[in-house]
Every structure is written in structure tokens, then in C-alpha cells.
């Protein structure tokens, strides 16, 4: 049952492959497509069940045993992000990419979507730090091409500053890397926990920790968020879906796992860090939210607003907080695709990205009002919906810390992310006089129930909240008591250790 955990990786990564094959059969494309990734939805999820009943999956390549060998894990908390990253990759291809589907189509883009899919799902599952590099590599790499295949200036320049910065970042974090191995020798998640309690974290590894932060926090948008918003922004609406919903939940995924596996001995230097750049990075989303008109801006800025939530609850380094990341983090990548996918459907109505210049469209689409109004609900983190749960307990594990100051930008934070929504809402519904243009443009149904599907997820996420919530537990305490991991994954090691 083991090697059931290389199915996230080698389904999409051989799917982008087969693809390549059918550039000129769109209908075939789309159904392989949908076909394989509810396949490894479906193979996840079960997966997921059976790990929180039992153990983690382990398997170790070559039958190397760790730290030596090439290790994959399947946890709870490895397992969940997959489980929802399939599952949103799927609704995004399902929705389609409109009138130049065949063009996109052309261009291989459902090819290195998967691609990036892979790379995401092999972060995720990964226990060896250089692998996760090597396997950011492969997503980010795929997110090049994508973000440049729009052949318009405007992404472009986006372009080159998102390489820029992830070149940069990647490079320091091979320098982490090469630190680290050089500090502590090795480079296997449960290793490193290990040595690094037994040394109690001396003043390299705390070094190398604030540069994992900076690493990583840079992918994530948080504070360094200047790539986001013009990235997003330039994408058309199902890449910039695909972007929210994945890129810098990986960052997020990757701050949990080494901050409370492995660097988590001097909390005072590395949370405290976290826990003012998350101030910071909600300050940032606050501002950006409300800054703007352009609708595909103001949705960016919600992205980088969530990643200060996620971060606040990880900086807490509690139970409580930490529980709290993991589940709000799984309810943001279905939010924030919808939220992309509805906005993307506005501009395509309105022919403009401007708020402002929407109006009326209560008379033609009152169905996709209901489902934006939802999603404000949700991200405003309004009960039952999926946003109240992972909000209620950061704020919790926030206050158990003494982070108040946190806790209260948070609830501002959270208070004006609903705002300028609902600000956006109302004027495009209940406005000026109708758009003409909006009569004249048919959404195909598929589109409709691909955002439908994700309205059903948050609602059955809010309310089904409890099972989540236990999963995600189950993912903190397993994280948080480096012992218990140490004794699952690495049985050997604690052997010659002791």
C-alpha cells in the first residue's frame, strides 16, 4: 500500500506526457485530463482516511533506508493538501479555458499544468529537504511557461519578475541547504528534527531557519508580495486560479512542516519572526484590497491577506494555532479558486476589469451572485461556512501566545477582506444600468458548475468542519511532537542514535 503514495506524482506527471500527443483533440484532451486527476483525487482521499485511522505511509527508494536514501511520506498533513490540490486542478480543467481553449490546447497548456501539479504534490510528500527543492524546481519551472504563454506585454513584465525573484530565492535556498547539511549532516526531515533537539538548535541552524523563512515566505507572498499582484493579474482566469489556489500555499506548506518539525527549538527568534511578518503581510493585503478598482487586483491582495492568516496561527506554535493553519489553509485553495473563477467570469461579462464600470448584472446572471455572495461569506470567515473554523482556532491559538495585536489585525484584517467585496458585489449587481455587453455573452455550463462544485465544497467544508478539523490535528500533533514522527518514519535512526 506503500508505493500508493507515488500515485499524486506519477498520474499527472504521465498524463502531461501522454497529452502532448493530442494537441489537436481538444474533446479526448479534456477527458483524459478530468479522467486521471479524479482517479488520484479519489486514490488520495481514501489514502488520507486510512492514514489518520492508522500510520503514515513511508516509502524509501531503492530500498535505502533514511537518512540515506530518497524518502516519501504520506501524513496526514502531506496527504490533505494533496487531496485538495487534485481536487481544484480538476475544477479548473473541467472549467475550460473559453474561446482559446483550442489555442491553449495547442500550446500544451493542460500538459504543464499537470506538470506543476506534480511538482506541488511531490512538495507535499517529500522527506528530504533538497527533494522539496528539487521538486519546487519542477513546479516553478512549469509555472514559467504557463505565466508567459500569453504572448501579451502586460505578462511579460510580470514574468520576468516572478523569475527573477523565485531565481533568487531558489538560490538561497540551495545556500540553506548546503548550511544545513554542512551543520548538522543530513538532510532528512526526521533527521534533521532529531539533531537539531539533541543540539538545541545552535546559532547556524537558527540562521538557516530565518533564511528557510525569507526562502519561503517569498514564495508564499509573505511580506516580499510584490510579484503577486501583477502575476495574477496578467493571467487569464483559469491559470490564475490554478496560481492562487497552489503557488503560494506550497510556501505556507513548507513554513509548517520545517517550523514545527524541525526548526522550532528557539521560538522566541524564528516565530516572533513569522509572527511580525504576518502583521506586516495582512497590513499589505488590508491596504491592497482596498486600493484598488481593478477586480483582478483586489483578488490578488485577498490572496496575500489569507497568507498572513496561515502564518499568524503557524507563528503561534501551538496546537490550537497550528491546527488552525492547517485546515484554513485547505479551505483557501478551494476559496480562492472560486473566487479567481468568478472573477475571471465577471470580466469576460463586462469586457472590463474595472468595478466601476460593472453594473446591472442582477438582470443577467443573478445565479453567479448568489454563488460570489457566498464566497464573500466564506472568506470573511462568516459560520457555517469553511472560512470560521480555521479562523476561530488561530485566533485561539493566537491568544494562548499572547499575540494580541495579531489577533486584532487579524479580525480588521478579516472584517475589511469582506468589505471590499461585498463593496464589489453591489456595485456590479445592483449599479448603474445593465451592461449590454453582458447579454450577448453565453457561459457555457460547464463553467457554471465547476464554480457551483467549489460553492458545494465550502459549504459541506464549513459544516462538515469537525472531520477536517480532526484530520488536521492529527497533522499538527504529529508535526509538533517530533518523537512520534522520528519513531514512524525513521525507526532505524532512533536506533543508532540511542
Given at each position: 500500500m506503500n508505493n500508493l503514495i507515488l500515485i499524486p506524482l506519477l498520474v499527472p506527471l504521465i498524463t502531461g506526457l501522454i497529452l502532448f500527443f493530442f494537441k489537436e483533440r481538444l474533446t479526448l484532451t479534456r477527458r483524459i485530463a478530468i479522467s486521471s486527476l479524479t482517479i488520484t483525487t479519489l486514490i488520495t482521499a481514501w489514502m488520507l482516511i486510512e492514514v489518520s485511522l492508522n500510520k503514515a505511509l513511508v516509502i524509501n527508494f531503492g530500498d535505502w533506508q533514511p537518512p540515506f536514501g530518497i524518502q516519501f511520506v504520506g501524513d496526514e498533513l502531506g496527504l490533505l493538501f494533496t487531496t485538495v490540490s487534485c481536487f481544484v486542478v480538476t475544477v479548473?480543467?473541467?472549467?475550460?479555458?473559453g474561446k482559446r481553449e483550442r489555442i491553449a490546447n495547442k500550446y500544451f497548456l493542460p500538459s504543464f499544468i499537470l506538470f506543476l501539479l506534480t511538482g506541488v504534490n511531490g512538495s507535499f510528500l517529500t522527506a528530504d529537504i533538497f527533494n522539496l527543492y528539487v521538486m519546487f524546481e519542477i513546479m516553478l519551472l512549469a509555472s514559467f511557461v504557463l505565466l508567459t504563454l500569453g504572448q501579451s506585454i502586460e505578462q511579460l513584465r510580470a514574468s520576468i519578475i516572478y523569475v527573477v525573484i523565485n531565481v533568487v530565492s531558489s538560490w538561497f535556498f540551495l545556500m540553506g541547504v548546503a548550511y544545513l547539511y554542512g551543520t548538522l549532516g543530513t538532510l532528512n526531515f526526521g533527521h534533521i528534527a532529531m539533531r537539531v533537539?539533541?543540539?538545541?538548535q545552535p546559532a547556524t541552524v537558527t540562521l538557516v531557519a530565518i533564511i528557510m523563512i525569507f526562502v519561503f515566505g517569498g514564495k508564499a507572498a509573505l511580506v516580499m508580495f510584490m510579484w503577486l499582484p501583477k502575476a495574477y493579474a496578467a493571467l487569464n482566469t483559469e491559470l490564475a486560479a490554478l496560481f492562487a489556489s497552489l503557488m503560494t500555499k506550497v510556501g505556507v506548506y513548507a513554513l509548517l512542516r520545517i517550523m514545527v518539525l524541525m526548526f522550532d527549538e528557539k521560538p522566541d527568534v524564528t516565530h516572533f519572526l513569522l509572527y511580525i511578518m504576518a502583521i506586516i503581510t495582512m497590513i499589505i493585503g488590508s491596504i491592497g484590497v482596498l486600493g484598488f478598482k481593478d477586480i483582478k487586483k483586489i483578488a490578488a491582495y485577498?490572496?496575500?491577506?489569507?497568507?498572513?492568516?496561515?502564518?499568524?496561527?503557524?507563528?503561534?506554535?501551538?496546537?490550537?494555532?497550528?491546527t488552525g493553519a492547517i485546515f484554513y489553509v485547505s479551505h483557501d485553495m478551494i476559496i480562492k479558486t472560486l473566487l479567481f473563477l468568478i472573477i475571471g467570469t465577471f470580466v469576460l461579462l463586462a469586457g472590463t476589469r474595472y468595478y466601476d464600470q460593472f453594473g446591472g448584472l442582477i438582470k443577467y446572471y443573478p445565479s453567479?451572485?448568489?454563488i460570489f455572495f457566498i464566497t464573500i461569506l466564506s472568506i470573511g470567515g462568516v459560520p457555517p461556512f469553511s472560512g470560521f473554523p480555521g479562523k476561530l482556532l488561530i485566533i485561539k491559538g493566537a491568544l494562548e501566545n499572547g499575540y494580541t495585536i495579531g489577533v486584532i489585525v487579524m479580525i480588521l484584517s478579516s472584517v475589511i477582506a469582506m468589505y471590499s467585496l461585498l463593496r464589489v458585489f453591489l456595485v456590479m449587481y445592483f449599479g448603474r444600468e445593465g451592461i449590454p455587453q453582458a447579454e450577448r455573452v453565453v457561459l457555457s455550463k460547464n463553467k457554471l458548475y465547476a464554480m457551483v462544485i467549489l460553492t458545494v465544497a465550502t459549504i459541506v467544508l464549513g459544516i462538515a468542519s469537525q472531520y477536517v478539523l480532526d484530520i488536521s490535528e492529527l497533522a499538527a500533533q504529529f508535526n509538533i511532537n517530533e518523537q512520534s514522527y522520528i519513531k514512524e518514519i525513521i525507526p532505524n535512526v532512533e536506533v543508532e542514535a540511542k
Open positions: 479548473i480543467i473541467y472549467f475550460g479555458f533537539s539533541e543540539s538545541n485577498q490572496v496575500i491577506l489569507s497568507i498572513g492568516f496561515a502564518v499568524l496561527g503557524l507563528s503561534a506554535n501551538n496546537s490550537d494555532g497550528i453567479l451572485g448568489v
